[in-house]
């Protein structure tokens, strides 16, 4: 058995757990975080995208030991006091998502990029998000809440396409 | 899918590490980023009782110009090469190819190292490796050596390393003055592994090829240099003949499998169209240079 100590949405966390446990079934399972999904366990699909250190990985394809010590992001931890992040009403606000099964990796994945860039252009975002899948949306909405939310998130004003609809 | 049992150790120094390996006898394996053990373990194609992880021993993340080569510390991350503006001014081979290995995602802990010493026939490195004439630094209980990596290339999935070596670094020779280099891959979808993939890195005197490297992704059993192809480009006016020629040199020396990525007779074909687009491509940016 090995000891993992990591925060996890800023607040510290450890257990002891064995070394073959997978980050993904670690953050599951044993925090107890199910915002986190497993689509393909195998690398492909990006369903299981949580931040370590800041950079979105792919939570399948990690032990949970090779993140000791490492500071993770899950989509638990967007939300704050009650505000959702920019990014999370993005999604709202563009329609991002269908069944929903992809979008907490496709936004932890956006979160980091927009840290990163600010102000990507649509391409930029399609590029960032190659390893994650989505099998409803086609895409479009998903660029177009990540957008949303890089707007809102440098200040600038924004109307999504559910409130200019209502 | 949970891989089967095994410790694992995080060690502080490189001697440590070694250590570990030679207490182990083949038992171990080297961890770097996991992009490509960790599936192994998950589908249980590989058992290993021990993970030593590079991830906590200093010295292997370094990415600069020293003594006329390019130093890449073995845990340099495909990412890092990315977003290097060294990378993308001198070595724009080694550009092409990281940010067409897998997704971005992946490439944020799959490293150049892993992908030279996992040495898959279908990883892109080894190949932009062949064209670029790298060599392997090593490490073991006997001390350093260093290994070309022609050499270090054994079979498919076998390299020169020993079970207690170490990949330290690769090594990229600094590109003459007027040399141009790509990396041109076929895949089906993003972040596949190539159906077919050509480096190459031409050096232009004037009009004429002063120098030619080659490598081929997925053509063999391992990456592949086709030196008939390499040999003929040497003193000949790089032009689109000699540049055909070249790349029909290139597609008989390939030996490619029938698969699900397509018959070998295509693959064959496709090894000509892409050495052909990477040749114009590296004798371009030569140009430019
Ligand atoms: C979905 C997916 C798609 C992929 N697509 C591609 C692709 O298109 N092209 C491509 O090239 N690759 C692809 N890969 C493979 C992967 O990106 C590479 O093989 C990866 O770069 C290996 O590096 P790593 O650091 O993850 O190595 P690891 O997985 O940690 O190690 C791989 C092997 O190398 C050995 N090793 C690693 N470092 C050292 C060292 N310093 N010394 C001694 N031995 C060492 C390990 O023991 C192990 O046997 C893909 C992988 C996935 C999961
Ligand atoms: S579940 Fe991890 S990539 Fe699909
Ligand atoms: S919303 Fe269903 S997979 Fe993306």
Same mark, same amino acid.
């Given at each position: 058995?090995?000891?993992?100590?990591?925060?996890?949405?800023?607040?510290?966390?450890? !257990?002891?757990?064995?070394?073959?446990?997978?980050?993904?079934?670690?953050?599951?399972?044993?925090?107890?975080?199910?915002?986190?999904?497993?689509?393909?366990? *195998?690398? *492909?699909?990006?369903?299981?995208?949580?931040?370590?250190?800041?950079?979105?990985?792919?939570?399948?394809?990690?032990?949970?030991?090779?993140?000791?010590?490492?500071?993770?992001?899950?989509?638990?931890?967007?939300?704050?006091?009650?505000?959702?992040?920019?990014?999370?009403?993005?999604?709202?606000?563009?329609?991002?998502?269908?069944?929903?099964?992809?979008?907490?990796?496709?936004?932890?994945?956006?979160?980091?990029?927009?840290?990163?860039? *600010?102000?990507?252009?649509?391409?930029?975002?399609?590029?960032?998000?190659?390893?994650?899948?989505?099998?409803?949306?086609?895409?479009?909405?998903?660029?177009?809440?990540?957008?949303?939310?890089?707007?809102?998130?440098?200040?600038?004003?924004?109307?999504? !396409?559910?409130? *200019?609809?209502? | 899918?949970?891989?089967?049992?095994?410790?694992?150790?995080?060690?502080?120094?490189?001697?440590?590490?070694?250590?570990?390996?030679? =207490?182990?006898?083949?038992?171990?394996?080297?961890?770097?980023? =996991?992009?490509?053990?960790?599936?192994?373990?998950?589908?249980?194609?590989?058992?290993?009782?021990?993970?030593?992880?590079?991830?906590? %021993?200093?010295?292997?993340?370094?990415?600069? /110009?020293?003594? =006329?080569?390019?130093?890449?510390?073995?845990?340099?991350? /495909?990412?890092?090469?990315?977003?290097?503006?060294?990378?993308?001014?001198?070595?724009?081979?080694?550009?092409?190819?990281?940010? %067409?290995?897998?997704?971005?995602?992946?490439?944020?802990? $799959?490293?150049?190292?892993?992908?030279?010493?996992?040495?898959?026939?279908?990883?892109?490195?080894?190949?932009?490796?062949?064209?670029?004439?790298?060599? $392997?630094?090593?490490?073991?209980?006997?001390?350093?050596?260093?290994?070309?990596?022609?050499?270090?290339?054994?079979?498919?999935?076998?390299?020169?390393?020993?079970?207690?070596? %170490?990949?330290?670094?690769?090594?990229?020779?600094?590109?003459?003055?007027?040399?141009?280099?790509?990396?041109?891959?076929?895949?089906?979808?993003?972040?596949?592994?190539?159906?077919?993939?050509?480096?190459?890195?031409?050096?232009?005197?004037? /009009?004429?090829?002063?120098?030619? =490297?080659?490598?081929?992704?997925?053509?063999?059993?391992?990456?592949?240099?086709?030196?008939?192809?390499?040999?003929?480009?040497?003193?000949?006016?790089?032009? /689109?003949?000699?540049?055909?020629?070249?790349?029909?040199?290139?597609?008989?020396?390939?030996?490619?499998?029938?698969?699900?990525?397509?018959?070998?007779?295509?693959?064959?074909?496709?090894?000509?169209?892409?050495?052909?687009?990477?040749?114009?491509?590296?004798?371009?940016? $030569?140009?430019?240079?």
């Amino acid at each position: 058995m090995a000891q993992v100590k990591v925060n996890i949405n800023g607040a510290p966390y450890q !257990a002891e757990v064995e070394p073959r446990l997978l980050l993904v079934h670690f953050i599951r399972e044993v925090a107890g975080l199910t915002g986190t999904h497993v689509g393909c366990d *195998s690398t *492909s699909c990006g369903a299981c995208t949580v931040l370590v250190d800041g950079v979105p990985s792919k939570s399948c394809t990690l032990l949970a030991v090779q993140v000791d010590g490492g500071d993770l992001q899950t989509v638990e931890g967007l939300e704050r006091d009650g505000q959702l992040h920019p990014v999370q009403e993005g999604f709202w606000e563009e329609h991002g998502l269908q069944c929903g099964f992809c979008t907490p990796g496709m936004m932890m994945t956006a979160v980091a990029l927009l840290e990163r860039n *600010s102000n990507p252009s649509d391409d930029e975002v399609r590029r960032a998000i190659s390893g994650n899948l989505c099998r409803c949306t086609g895409y479009v909405n998903i660029v177009k809440a990540i957008q949303y939310a890089g707007a809102k998130m440098r200040g600038e004003p924004v109307t999504g !396409a559910a409130e *200019s609809a209502a | 899918m949970i891989p089967s049992a095994f410790d694992y150790a995080a060690p502080q120094s490189l001697s440590e590490a070694i250590s570990l390996l030679q =207490g182990n006898a083949g038992q171990a394996k080297v961890l770097a980023g =996991g992009q490509s053990l960790i599936p192994l373990l998950k589908f249980r194609l590989a058992g290993p009782e021990l993970l030593v992880d590079l991830r906590k %021993v200093p010295a292997l993340d370094h990415l600069e /110009e020293r003594d =006329g080569h390019l130093a890449i510390g073995a845990m340099v991350r /495909e990412s890092a090469l990315e977003h290097s503006a060294l990378i993308a001014s001198r070595y724009p081979a080694l550009l092409d190819t990281s940010s %067409v290995v897998a997704d971005p995602l992946v490439r944020n802990y $799959a490293t150049v190292g892993g992908n030279v010493a996992h040495a898959d026939p279908a990883n892109d490195h080894p190949a932009t490796m062949l064209a670029l004439r790298a060599t $392997a630094i090593a490490n073991g209980p006997n001390g350093q050596r260093t290994i070309s990596i022609d050499d270090f290339l054994v079979d498919t999935f076998e390299t020169a390393l020993a079970p207690d070596e %170490v990949l330290m670094e690769l090594r990229v020779p600094r590109p003459a003055a007027h040399s141009g280099s790509a990396y041109v891959k076929l895949e089906r979808k993003v972040g596949d592994y190539a159906i077919i993939g050509v480096a190459a890195q031409v050096t232009l005197d004037g /009009e004429v090829c002063a120098q030619a =490297g080659l490598g081929l992704t997925n053509a063999a059993p391992r990456a592949l240099r086709p030196r008939e192809a390499e040999t003929f480009l040497v003193g000949k006016r790089l032009d /689109e003949e000699s540049i055909r020629h070249a790349a029909e040199l290139a597609a008989s020396a390939a030996d490619p499998v029938s698969d699900l990525r397509g018959p070998a007779d295509y693959k064959r074909a496709m090894v000509r169209t892409l050495t052909t687009r990477a040749l114009r491509l590296a004798a371009q940016r $030569a140009r430019q240079a």
